[in-house]
């Protein structure tokens, strides 16, 4: 199933390169020059390594 990163809230799991990644944290901005609400999400692995990764709001993720 297919949401969009601007839907997604804190302890979902989305699935990014094939692996599961937790959301720890996630933070919207406004709009800006490119005309969309950015989301930078600060995900982690099974291991504990922490990823951040900063997509446009209406982004489509795969979520476990």
């Known amino acids: 199933m297919k949401r969009k990163t ?5 302890g979902d799991m989305i699935i990014v390169g094939g692996q599961a990644l937790k959301i720890e944290e996630i933070e919207t901005s406004d709009i800006g020059k490119q005309g969309t609400k950015k989301c930078r999400i600060v995900a982690s692995k099974e291991g504990g390594e922490k990823v951040t990764i900063i997509r446009p709001s209406d982004y ?3 979520v476990k």
């Open 60 to 62: 489509p993720f795969e």
């Open 6 to 10: 601007g839907d997604l809230k804190k």
